[in-house]
C-alpha cells in the first residue's frame, strides 16, 4: 500500500525542546512512527502531494520569517513592524491620514499572510483533507485579537475540526462573552473532541529529579505572563505560608512579566522564580523533583502542563474552570482539589490529607486517559477515516 503524505502546518525542527505549542511535535514524533504515513512539517521546503494537512489554530506561529513572494500581505508586515517603527508610521500616518494607513485597525488584523499561505498550499493539494487543531479563542487569551477571524475562515474549508475538550467544543460552537463582544463561532463539517496527551517517555517517575531541598516545593509552570494565569493566587498561598519553611513556591516561566504582580515575586522570601526552561527533558527534572503542582489559572482548554504534572505523580492545586475539571476529575478519580478564594489554605489542607491518593490517581488518568499513545491513535484512526 502506497504511503499517505501527512502534514502539520508548524514548523517542527526536533521533537525536544518546547516551541509555544505542546502539540504540534508530540504528533509529529507519534505519526513519524506510522508505517503508512510519510510526515512533514513547515520545517520542510519540498513537499511532496500531501493527502492531509493539519492546521494549529489560527497560525499565530507564523512570523515575518516565513514570508515569500506568494503569501506577503501588508497587514501582516504592519502589525509586526508596529513595535519597532511606531513614530515612523506616525509621520507616514500624518502625512497620508493614520486611518487610511490602517494604523487604528493593526491590533485588529486578521492573519492575511497565513491565510495567503494556506490558500497556496491548498491550491497545490486540492484533494488533501483538512483537519484543523483548535486551541483557546484568541479575543479570550487576549493575544493577536483579530486571528479569531483566520479562524473561522479555515474552519470553513476544514473536513474536521478537532477540540480539545468539551469545555473548548462549547466555546467555539456556542460563543462566549469577551472585552470585545461576544466571540467568533464555528459551525465545523464534523467535530470530535480528542483529549490533549503527554510523552511519558519524558514526563513519568523515574529518572533525575530536581533536588528542592525543602519538604513540599510547590511548582508552578507557565508559558504566559498573563494575569488570568493566576500568578496573585500563589503570591496569596506564599503569603499564608511564610512562616512555614516547609513550604516553598518555585516559578518556571514567564510569571515575572505578569503585569499586575509579576514585580512583587521579588519580595517574597518563600518564592523562587527559576526562569524560562525550553527542554522538555530538562523541565520533567523540576516536576519529578516537586511535591505538588499549582496551576491556578482561568479559562484554559486544556493545559498540558498539568498533564506534564500529573504523569510524573503530582497532585493539583488549581481553580475550576476551563477545561481543567476535565482533566483532574475523571472517571470517579480526582488527582486535584479546587482553590477557594475565601479560604486558600482549605485546598492545601485538602489535598495534603489526600496526597497519596491524588497521586496515585494522577498517575492512573494519564496512564488510562491522557498518554500521548492514546492521543495519537485517536488522531490516527481520524486521519485514516478522512483519507481511506
Known amino acids: 500500500m502506497k504511503k499517505k503524505n501527512i502534514y502539520i502546518d508548524y514548523k517542527i525542527k526536533n521533537t525536544s525542546n518546547y516551541l509555544g505549542n505542546s502539540f504540534p511535535p508530540l504528533i509529529y514524533k507519534y505519526l513519524l512512527n506510522v508505517d503508512s504515513f510519510n510526515v512533514f512539517s513547515l520545517a520542510d521546503r519540498d513537499l511532496p502531494s500531501l493527502d492531509c494537512i493539519i492546521i494549529i489554530n489560527g497560525g499565530s506561529h507564523w512570523t515575518y520569517k516565513d514570508l515569500n513572494f506568494k503569501n506577503i500581505h501588508k497587514n501582516q508586515i504592519l502589525k509586526w513592524i508596529y513595535p519597532k517603527f511606531k513614530k515612523l508610521l506616525l509621520v507616514i500616518g500624518y502625512l497620508l491620514s493614520l486611518r487610511k494607513i490602517g494604523f487604528f485597525s493593526h491590533h485588529m488584523y486578521s492573519n492575511k499572510s497565513y491565510e495567503k499561505h494556506l490558500n ?17 479563542i484568541y479575543q479570550l487569551i487576549g493575544k493577536v485579537y483579530g486571528y479569531d477571524a483566520t479562524i473561522e475562515k479555515i474552519n470553513k474549508m476544514s473536513n474536521l475540526t478537532v477540540y480539545q475538550s468539551k469545555y473548548s467544543k462549547k466555546s467555539w460552537e456556542k460563543g462566549t462573552k469577551t472585552v470585545f463582544g461576544k466571540s467568533t463561532t464555528l459551525s465545523p463539517k464534523h467535530s470530535v473532541i480528542i483529549n490533549n496527551g503527554v510523552d511519558s517517555s519524558i514526563f513519568n517517575t523515574d529518572g533525575e529529579k530536581y533536588n528542592f531541598k525543602v519538604k513540599f516545593p510547590i511548582l508552578n509552570v507557565s508559558a504566559s505572563p498573563s494575569p488570568k494565569k493566576g500568578l496573585y493566587r500563589i503570591l496569596e498561598l506564599a503569603e499564608c505560608l511564610k512562616e512555614n519553611p516547609d513550604f516553598h513556591f518555585f516559578l518556571i516561566g514567564k510569571q515575572k512579566f505578569d503585569p499586575i504582580c509579576g514585580s512583587e515575586i521579588q519580595y517574597f522570601n518563600n518564592v523562587s522564580y527559576l526562569g524560562e526552561i525550553s527542554d522538555r527533558i530538562e523541565l520533567s527534572k523540576y516536576y519529578k523533583g516537586a511535591k505538588i503542582f499549582m496551576f491556578p489559572s482561568e479559562e484554559d482548554c486544556s493545559p498540558n502542563v498539568i498533564l506534564e504534572a500529573m504523569a510524573c505523580g503530582l497532585p493539583i492545586l488549581t481553580v475550576e474552570s476551563g477545561g481543567i475539571p ?23 489542607n485538602n489535598l495534603l490529607k489526600f496526597y497519596e491518593t491524588l497521586s496515585n490517581n494522577s498517575l492512573k488518568l494519564i496512564k488510562n486517559n491522557f498518554n500521548f499513545d492514546l492521543t495519537g491513535q485517536n488522531y490516527q484512526d481520524e486521519i485514516n477515516k478522512l483519507i481511506y
Do not use: T, W
Not at 483538512?130 to 483557546?136: E, K, M, Q, S
Open 120 to 136: 497556496n498550499l491548498i491550491q497545490r493539494n486540492p484533494k488533501a483533507k483538512i483537519i484543523h487543531r483548535l486551541d483557546g
Open 326 to 348: 476535565e482533566l483532574i476529575n475523571r472517571n470517579n478519580k480526582k488527582a486535584g482539589v479546587y482553590i477557594d478564594d475565601s479560604n486558600p489554605i482549605m485546598g492545601l
